[in-house]
């Protein structure tokens, strides 16, 4: 089966501190794309950082930055100096099917940040 | 300004109805989604479709139906099949084209179905 795990229900951070989001995957393919989506309390669903696995840099978006691991299927999230805003669920995704392309999700990581 | 809008934005109903949730969007995806999401299962795919008048089953369809019959809307029929269906409903499309922007979903803000 297509799975994307995330083992951490809950994470805390205290604000300006680092913290990291860890997710790890199932898959055969040897192409694909992996995503970490944020979901605020007002439930709207953002796009937070993007990696296509063929790149072997990590992907960064300003404080958000990954660790993409193809070998180990590990594709952890850090946030660098943590913000209030940054309080939300966090779902790891990915991208599986070939041309159907449909995206499965992890079951999230619930982020609070500390003042 | 492009983007998916779902309605109702909540929406109740008695158990032995059906219910369609609307999903519009604006900027000529291809491809569009219906996911639901429940209290710690993050978010399971339930139909999804590639190109007008044809769509797929996700992962659970059962009790569910939607069409295609235009390019920027995806409506979603909860039927009295549905065992458990009070749950938050996201509809999403995506752009299959190869630019780099591809492959990303677009959220809809979401849909809240309770069954009384």
């Not at chain 1, 799975?3 to 694909?32: F, G, K, N, W």
């Not at chain 1, 979901?39 to 696995?53: G, N, T």
């Not at chain 1, 072997?56 to 660790?67: D, G, H, I, L, Y």
């Not at chain 2, 190109?51 to 009295?80: C, H, M, W």
Request: with cysteine; aromatic share 12%; net charge positive.
């Amino acid at each position: 089966a297509q799975t994307v795990t995330q083992s951490q229900p809950e994470m805390s951070v205290q604000e300006a501190e680092t913290v990291t989001l860890s997710c790890t995957y199932d898959t055969s393919e040897s192409d694909y794309y992996l995503f970490w989506y944020k979901q605020p309390p007002s439930r709207q669903m953002i796009l937070v950082i993007r990696q296509e696995a063929y790149k072997q840099q990590n992907a960064t978006e300003n404080r958000f930055s990954v660790n993409f691991q193809k070998a180990a299927k590990s594709f952890s999230l850090k946030i660098s100096d943590s913000q209030l805003g940054d309080a939300a669920m966090y779902f790891c995704a990915r991208i599986y099917g070939g041309a159907t392309n449909k995206l499965i999700f992890g079951t999230g990581t619930l982020l609070a940040v500390q003042p | 300004d492009g983007g998916i809008t779902q309605s109702p934005k909540y929406l109740f109903r008695k158990e032995g109805q059906n219910v369609t949730l609307s999903c519009e969007q604006n900027l000529n995806h291809d491809a569009m989604y219906w996911y639901r999401q429940d209290p710690g299962q993050g978010l399971r795919l339930i139909y999804y479709s590639q190109i007008v008048n044809d769509f797929q089953k996700g992962d659970i369809a059962e009790g569910y139906s939607v069409s295609r019959e235009k390019k920027e809307s995806f409506p979603l029929t909860v039927t009295s099949a549905q065992k458990n269906p009070t749950a938050f409903y996201l509809c999403a499309s995506r752009d299959r084209g190869r630019w780099s922007g591809a492959n990303v979903l677009t959220f809809g803000a979401g849909s809240r179905l309770t069954v009384l």
